[in-house]
């Protein structure tokens, strides 16, 4: 296996600039003092109040002392005092935040206060603590600190919030782990990122907030002096030289913008947000044309065509393809499900067809088409008809789901927004689709939030949500993998019966076959990020093709198993989304592999009447020999 090889690294102009200026200021702040220092302490009042001139940039002050050189060395104590007031009042607000969302008893009380002190603006507070924290540098560090308090309570009351309600937590809690405990052990590490963010973009508010207290007279006090202190000891003679205005102004806003800069481009690295480099070339596999749907246009009466579908991931760590070369076609009212295991590409497949595909992630396709729409294009107008005409329903119909409405206003938006529905009819609308889905009372669970229903319940309102639009396809991503068996086969035989109901088209996405066999009148079989088979249901269960459709089913039991002999696994890892092969990427697991699967990657090719596969050594799966041959790989699994 090989790496995708990388270029060197670039450092894009949002990384350069505030990198740049973080860089000047820290050594500003190391070295000012070192270069500059005699400039900005030695008098010499021949020199006094001058103007901008060659020998002084900025003038100089009533004692003859260079303002620029002022400036420079005063960055050493204007950016100390703005990090400790943001550690202040990081440690501070981190505290209350912590002990408001993890104590009952003060958890009211502390939101309470933090609200309270939230309604005021922060440099407000700040001159209201610095009164009563006394005037000078410490007690200025310490009122910013306390004005930027209530600010770091709410970010951490609400990050730890949504930590605290995790499984782990409560198995930490269940085995008696002390509050504390679970502070730095699982609650702590989870939110120390977004804080240390926030954080960073504060210290340019604090630079900000202190330079304010030291204008004002209420922070740094001579003989000391930071940027504030600066302003305000020229402000009589601003007018006569403008420099002694200037100079500090413009270190306060440049060092504001940087560290707010800087906040900013770590927020996006971290989260992977990163300017997508040119497009890439595409490495497309041989492929033969799909049977009975060769190369269609959306003029065939294809409901949905796909050709060559790529979703590449450009990152700061390389570039990684989570899907490498899928192409399908769905007719009217055809079931189509894909199958394969975790991190196939199957609900990414889906996702790029659903255009649910974000930055930094970018869709490839020689052809993308839902109806008459190209979804490779832009604009409202395909949102618009994919609104109307496509339902997608998710795994976890707890996320899928806003707890903070209700099950009502889910349903009647698709109708109001799309199809321009008055409210009244859109709700009559809604009660009776989820009375379609086999809901009880769907008056009164239209008036609830999901918090109120089952598991399966909510799916049958992510469905119903489906039928108040005009949805001509329904993407079904593993919609019954978190639920019981029971409630597991309702789902299913609802999802039929819509479909023919509506004469919609079916995407269905499943790691279990089973299912799949259940629903779908064709499968489609993925392994990382290829379609490697492609057959009627019926032909993937008697002959399939391809050695590791063979091992899917063979790994899938079913009531006629020995139970006396153990389930047979796949051994092997599949290849990540960031390994490029040359060959076929189940050579490494397949036992029929050879030098010629290791050095070429085998093309999609069509065996008999609607069945394809990309595989140099298939599986005959007809006649006694076909049989053998399949025996022969399930006892090699």
């Known amino acids: 296996m090989t790496e995708v090889a990388r270029k060197p690294r670039r450092f894009p102009l949002s990384t350069a600039i505030p990198l740049a200026l973080l860089l000047l200021f820290v050594f500003l702040s190391i070295a000012g003092p070192w270069l500059w220092g005699t400039d900005a302490e030695t008098s010499n009042v021949a020199v006094a109040d001058q103007g901008i001139s060659s020998a002084h940039w900025m003038g100089t002050d009533d004692l003859g002392r260079d303002v620029l050189a002022r400036t420079l060395v005063a ?107 679970l502070t730095f052990r699982h609650i702590l590490p989870n939110i120390g990122e977004p804080v240390i963010l926030y954080s960073t973009i504060h210290i340019g508010t604090a630079v900000l907030a202190l330079s304010g207290l030291s204008f004002l007279g209420l922070g740094v006090q001579p003989p000391s002096y930071d940027w504030g202190r600066l302003l305000n000891e020229g402000l009589t003679r601003i007018y006569t030289n403008p420099g002694v205005g200037i100079a500090p102004s413009i270190a306060i806003v440049l060092a504001g913008l940087t560290f707010n800069m800087v906040g900013e481009r770590l927020s996006d690295i971290l989260g992977g947000r990163t300017a997508a480099p040119p497009k890439l070339p595409s490495k497309q596999r041989g492929l033969d044309p799909a049977p009975a749907r060769a190369e269609t246009t959306g003029t065939t009466g294809e409901l949905v065509e796909v050709r060559n579908l790529r979703v590449v991931y450009h990152t700061v760590d390389g570039v990684t393809t989570p899907v490498r070369d899928v192409s399908f076609s769905i007719a009217p009212g055809e079931k189509v499900g894909i199958v394969g295991e975790s991190g196939s590409g199957k609900s990414m497949t889906a996702s790029a067809v659903a255009r649910l595909i974000d930055t930094p992630g970018r869709v490839e396709a020689r052809t993308l088409r839902f109806l008459d729409a190209d979804l490779l294009g832009h604009g409202t107008e395909v949102d618009r008809h994919l609104g109307r005409n496509m339902s997608v329903v998710f795994q976890d119909p707890g996320e899928a789901l806003n707890p903070a409405i209700k099950i009502g206003t889910h349903l009647v938006e698709p109708s109001v927004i799309h199809q321009r529905e008055p409210k009244p009819a859109a709700r009559r609308k809604a009660i009776k689709a989820l009375g379609s889905v086999a809901i009880s009372d769907p008056a009164r669970r239209f008036r609830q939030h999901q918090h109120e229903l089952s598991g399966g319940m909510k799916q049958r309102v992510c469905i119903a949500i489906g039928l108040m639009g005009e949805a001509r396809l329904i993407i079904a991503d593993e919609p019954t993998t978190a639920l019981d068996v029971t409630v597991q086969r309702q789902i299913l035989r609802l999802i039929n019966d819509i479909g023919e109901m509506t004469g919609a088209g079916l995407l269905f996405i499943s790691h279990d076959i089973a299912v799949v066999s259940e629903l779908c009148d064709r499968i489609l079989v993925m392994y990382a990020g290829f379609v490697v088979e492609e057959a009627r249901t019926a032909d993937v269960f008697t002959s399939p093709a391809h050695p590791y459709t063979a091992m899917l089913l063979a790994a899938s039991p079913d009531m006629d198993t020995d139970k006396s002999r153990q389930l047979p696994t796949i051994d092997g890892r599949m290849p990540g989304p960031g390994v490029d092969l040359p060959g076929c990427y189940f050579a490494a697991r397949c036992p029929r592999a ?44």
């Open 75 to 181: 960055t050493r104590s204007s950016l100390v005092l703005a990090v400790l007031a943001t550690i202040v009042g990081g440690c501070a607000g981190v505290a209350l935040g912590l002990l408001s969302a993890v104590s009952r008893r003060l958890g009211r009380l502390i939101d309470g206060a933090i609200g309270l002190l939230l309604a005021f603006p922060a440099l407000l507070l700040a001159i209201f603590f610095a009164v009563l924290f006394g005037i000078g540098s410490v007690g200025s560090v310490l009122a910013v600190g306390a004005a930027f308090a209530p600010g770091f309570a709410r970010i951490t009351q609400t990050l730890t919030a949504s930590v605290i309600s995790k499984e782990y937590v409560e198995a930490s809690r269940v085995l008696g782990k002390r509050p504390l405990y």
């Open 594 to 637: 050879d030098v010629t699967c290791t050095e070429s990657a085998p093309p999609l090719r069509t065996l008999a009447e609607g069945h394809r596969v990309a595989c140099w050594h298939p599986l005959t799966g007809a006649g006694a020999a076909g049989d053998d041959e399949l025996t022969g790989v399930e006892a090699k699994i």
